[in-house]
């Protein structure tokens, strides 16, 4: 419970000194002087209106208070909710190439590197509540598996269900970019980005990266990039330098990742990064109890009124 004007509660001790003082001031009004009692204490045993005398005084005195601490305003938060300023539009950009099909980490055991983007692919849409998110695929060419969707469910199995093999091998990163930026360039949210992750360099397609990564600036789009190097990471061909630029042109980020952890921590920063650019709003829900405290001390203020001009009334 909380009050929207708490400062309006100082009221209370200044209504009961109020409220008290005729009572504590009252002169002693004369009485009879009478040597034997006993007569008139038979004759005037105390009435129920006698008793009750004080009964319309706690009366106007609760109603007081009632009304003070509805222009208090007392309320009880019902619910917090915490939204993206605007939305954020987002397009994952995957590398698909036969490359990703190399394991992730050393071990037996261990996934590929296309199984282990899938995975930390999954956990990031699941984390984008209230975003609308894209995919994109490429090798040789880039083609589109989902449009800008909240429905993050049918979106998951659609990252789970990418592959190599669709188009011909190859790594086309300047195309995958463009792609996204077809999805991107109609969006009203106040934050559109593309999120690429590669293993390799650029061998593929007619649009350089560098060219699609200057239309991604004119167009006020981020495109944050990750190198994904694996077990080979001493091997890797992961072009670090034009990923860098591609991510500094746009006023994004670069990330190295060569295990899985690395990648989850690479897309929770650009979670953290793009929640940090559009702010967030919070609502709070409240219950007013106000209204119920002023009916409330009117009820009473009318039962005193009643009171005072029915069974507690005063003859000259």
Do not use: C
Request: glycine share 8%; hydrophobic share 50%; proline share 6%.
């Amino acid at each position: 419970m909380s009050f929207a004007s708490p400062w309006l509660l100082l009221l209370l001790p200044v209504a009961a000194v109020l409220l008290l003082a005729p009572v504590l001031l009252r002169q002693r009004r004369p009485r009879l002087a009478v040597a034997d009692l006993a007569p008139l204490s038979a004759a005037a045993a105390p009435s129920w209106r006698l008793r009750l005398r004080w009964l319309p005084w706690l009366l106007r005195a609760a109603a007081i208070a009632l009304l003070i601490l509805a222009v208090a305003r007392p309320q009880r938060g019902l619910a917090l909710t915490t939204l993206p300023e605007d939305g954020i539009d987002i397009v994952v950009v995957l590398d698909v190439s036969g490359s990703m099909s190399q394991l992730a980490e050393p071990g037996r055991n261990a996934p590929s590197k296309l199984e282990a983007a899938q995975e930390v692919i999954g956990e990031f849409i699941e984390s984008l509540e209230g975003d609308r998110i894209g995919l994109v695929a490429f090798q040789s060419r880039a083609i589109l598996l989902s449009p800008l969707t909240l429905d993050h469910e049918a979106l998951g199995r659609q990252v789970d269900a990418a592959e190599s093999g669709l188009i011909p091998d190859g790594t086309a990163i300047g195309l995958g970019i463009a792609e996204a930026l077809n999805l991107l360039r109609e969006s009203p949210a106040r934050s559109r980005i593309a999120v690429l992750l590669t293993d390799g360099e650029n061998n593929q397609g007619e649009v350089p990266p560098m060219q699609a990564a200057r239309i991604a600036e004119t167009l006020g789009i981020r495109v944050y990039t990750i190198g994904l190097h694996g077990a080979a990471r001493g091997g890797s061909q992961v072009d670090v330098r034009l990923l860098q630029q591609i991510a500094a042109v746009t006023d994004a980020g670069y990330f190295d990742a060569a295990t899985q952890v690395e990648l989850s921590e690479a897309y929770r920063e650009v979670r953290r990064l793009e929640r940090s650019r559009v702010g967030e709003r919070r609502f709070t829900e409240f219950h007013e109890y106000g209204p119920l405290l002023a009916v409330a001390a009117l009820l009473l203020l009318a039962a005193e009124a009643g009171l005072r001009a029915t069974a507690f009334r005063r003859y000259p």
